[in-house]
């Protein structure tokens, strides 16, 4: 069957369904449980590997906090995949301990954006998902991510503003940035997204071959968000929450990484701007994917700003 036929974005039929989990995942909540929801997931399929499930988990530095991630990671998951990007600590050696099936992925390049590219390459399973290693994203809400997919989405990603999602991580002054993402990008691409710099995504990997992503720093997320969305990739919302980090600082900051974001923004609307015009002038029956554009290069994101 083709999944990608449409770029409709699902509405969230899960979203009513589900909440965020006990203890230090607890948030805004309708009064149900994500592990009560996923009961209901097909584990057989999971189980007995008819469907795999990859897990990649970018991480610096973050051998306290892996303990708080790793043990919560479902078994029926096939693979787990630690991308490190040259950690000074004992990330690695923790990882090991931790789940001694766990892949090592050396990280090329520097940023977020470099090390999920890094894990997705090598993944071997159908479906990836992305964890934060620093635990302010739930393992126990995997299920609910692969529930959407095998539900019939290409593509799902978390929300922190869905009913039974929430944050214990985000101030004001960044609620409304991301607000401000959230409808710009509606504006400029469609769609009714809830949520935008947030990474808590997963997606049948053969998705990947419509994406072309390019970023290497946390505008990632908002690149794959666009992306999915423009590519005729059947798209899902569920609810999520988003912890504190347990242990250190974040290395988001708002207003650089902000600007990444929007010039991410800007970049791909002159993308898809590039796709609609070859659309006009081929007049082929061929489908034009992501790749056919080019990305725009970033002396002319400045100066489009």
Not at 176 to 195: E, I, K, P, T
Not at 281 to 299: G, V, Y
Request: hydrophobic share 40%; proline share 4%; with cysteine.
């Amino acid at each position: 069957m083709d999944r990608f036929n449409t770029n409709l974005v699902m509405p969230s039929l899960l979203s009513t369904q589900a909440a965020g989990v006990q203890g230090r995942y607890s948030g805004t909540s309708n009064g149900s449980n994500t592990s009560q929801y996923c009961e209901n997931l097909p584990i057989d399929l999971l189980a007995q590997g008819a469907i795999k499930v990859s897990i990649v988990i970018p991480a610096l530095n973050e051998a306290k906090n892996l303990p708080h991630v790793l043990p919560r990671i479902p078994l029926w998951v096939h693979e787990v995949l630690l991308v490190d990007g040259h950690s000074t600590d004992d990330t690695i050696a923790v990882a090991q301990q931790l789940r001694q099936d766990i892949r090592i992925v050396y990280q090329e390049g520097r940023g977020k954006g470099a090390a999920l590219r890094s894990g997705f390459a090598v993944a071997q399973g159908d479906i990836i998902v992305m964890l934060d290693a620093d635990g302010s994203t739930d393992p126990a809400e995997i299920p609910l991510f692969v529930g959407a997919l095998l539900a019939g989405a290409d593509f799902v990603k978390g929300s922190r503003f869905l009913q039974g999602g929430g944050t214990a991580d985000m101030p004001l002054y960044r609620k409304l940035g991301n607000l401000s993402f959230v409808m710009s990008v509606r504006m400029l691409f469609g769609g009714s997204y809830s949520d935008l710099c947030y990474g808590y995504n997963a997606f049948w990997k053969d998705a990947l071959s419509r994406l072309q992503l390019y970023g290497d720093g946390f505008e990632i997320e908002t690149l794959m968000n666009i992306q999915a969305l423009c590519s005729g990739l059947k798209v899902a919302e569920v609810p999520s929450f988003e912890a504190e980090r347990v242990h250190g600082v974040g290395r988001l900051r708002s207003i650089p990484d902000g600007w990444r974001v929007l010039k991410t923004i800007v970049r791909e609307r002159a993308r898809q701007h590039h796709i609609s015009a070859l659309h006009r002038s081929k007049r082929s029956k061929n489908t034009l994917s992501m790749s056919d554009a080019p990305i725009l290069p970033e002396q002319e994101v400045g100066r489009a700003l």
